[in-house]
């Protein structure tokens, strides 16, 4: 606006030069065809739109001239709104030549700010006045208020209506107590059909091929259940609940087996694959990585071919839910030295003759 205003102040200037040698007669002629041109303006514009600069220069040519002789001018605007311009150039010099002084409070501290938002993600029941309990417990001052003001301005809702529980929340937070199991087909290279029994932790994905045959009775179901009782027990697992489909092969002496050893059972809906979905996608995972890619001879070539895979699951494969680790084996360190890093010795190890591959660093 400053710029603006000494721009237009040089060029009023340089006007007011220009009538100098102008005599009455001219100037009253170049007034009278400058008013007709107002006239002409105003038929055309309904309301005009003035800049801070327009009011500013405005008020200072007008504010001189008695009142009965300004209502004689032929302006755009009314007198009274001449001499508002001028009363409130007047407000705003005197403004700048006092000391600014700081209203309201404070701006709330980035840290402070961040808190806030982690309390809210990590605790979807909690509202802002509990949050605001929570920084108080931390020695941390702030008024509940500001709280609220900072969740409305990052359009997190109330806590009513973020607390709603979902079936990927309920299942990550029971992971630890649940295990599922699920009967799936394999085709021999002679077509004959081959059933694999298989056992998955949600916790952990560790994932227990149990057994396989041709012909799956009730009562190699319920042996290989004894099997995984057992294998449980030695684990220390914390398993309470296990999901199954509705298979016939699943007897009612299966489900008293795995009762007796605290484990109850939980049937999903009737062709509802999403309600095992942790099992359905190891089994794809076993087609597309494994069954796919090999040619299965017989039973035994079948149980051998899954145990390796087995372990190269538990113990080598990185799983997205556990963060890149496998299901028995932790993450390791990160490489941080810049001389291992430009130096990487890799060795690559086959299982099944190259079907799967483990890379680990040389000794």
Same mark, same amino acid.
């Given at each position: ?57 405005? !008020?200072?040519? $007008? ?6 002789? %300004?209502?004689?001018? @032929?302006?755009? +605007? =009314?007198?009274? *709104? ?85 079936? !990927?929340?309920? $299942? ?6 649940? %295990?599922?199991?699920? @009967?799936?087909? +394999? =085709?021999?290279? *002679? ?32 042996q290989l259940g004894r099997n995984l009782v057992m294998d449980l027990e030695d684990a220390g697992s914390k398993a309470r609940f296990l999901i199954r489909d509705h298979d016939s092969k699943f007897t009612a002496a299966f489900d008293a087996l795995l009762a007796s050893a605290g484990l109850k059972v939980v049937t999903t809906g009737i062709q509802i694959p999403r309600m095992n979905s942790p ?85």
């Open positions: 606006m400053l710029l603006r205003l000494a721009y237009l102040a040089a060029t009023n200037t340089f006007a007011l030069l220009r009538l100098l040698p102008m005599s009455d007669r001219e100037k009253d002629i170049e007034i009278l065809a400058l008013r007709h041109q107002l006239l002409v303006l105003q038929r055309q514009v309904g309301k005009p739109a003035f800049t801070d600069t327009d009011r500013a220069i405005l !008020a200072g040519l $007008l504010h001189h001239l008695p009142m009965d002789k %300004l209502r004689r001018f @032929l302006l755009l +605007v =009314r007198p009274d *709104t001449i001499l508002r311009w001028h009363r409130d150039l007047l407000k705003r010099r005197y403004a700048a030549t006092c000391v600014p002084k700081s209203h309201g409070r404070p701006p709330t501290v980035r840290s402070i700010r961040a808190l806030v938002l982690r309390l809210a993600s990590e605790n979807s029941s909690w509202g802002y006045r509990r949050i605001h309990g929570e920084l108080a417990a931390l020695g941390i001052k702030v008024a509940a208020s500001t709280v609220w003001e900072i969740l409305k301005e990052h359009g997190i809702p109330p806590a009513p209506e973020r607390h709603s529980t979902t079936w !990927a929340n309920f $299942l990550r937070s029971q992971a630890e107590a649940l %295990l599922a199991c699920d @009967l799936f087909e +394999v =085709r021999t290279l *002679t077509g004959a059909r081959l059933y694999v029994f298989a056992v998955i932790e949600h916790s952990t994905r560790r994932i227990r091929v149990l057994g396989a045959t041709a012909h799956p009775t009730a009562d190699w179901i319920v099992m359905e996608r190891w089994i794809q995972t076993c087609r597309r990585e494994l069954l796919d890619r090999t040619l299965i001879w017989n039973q035994s070539h079948l149980l051998h071919a899954l145990r390796e895979f087995e372990n190269f699951y538990n113990g080598h494969r990185p799983h997205r839910a556990l963060s890149q680790a496998a299901p028995l084996r932790p993450l390791p360190q990160p490489i941080n030295k810049a001389t291992q890093i430009r130096h990487l010795g890799v060795r690559r190890r086959d299982r099944l003759g190259g079907t799967l591959h483990e890379y680990q660093h040389a000794a």
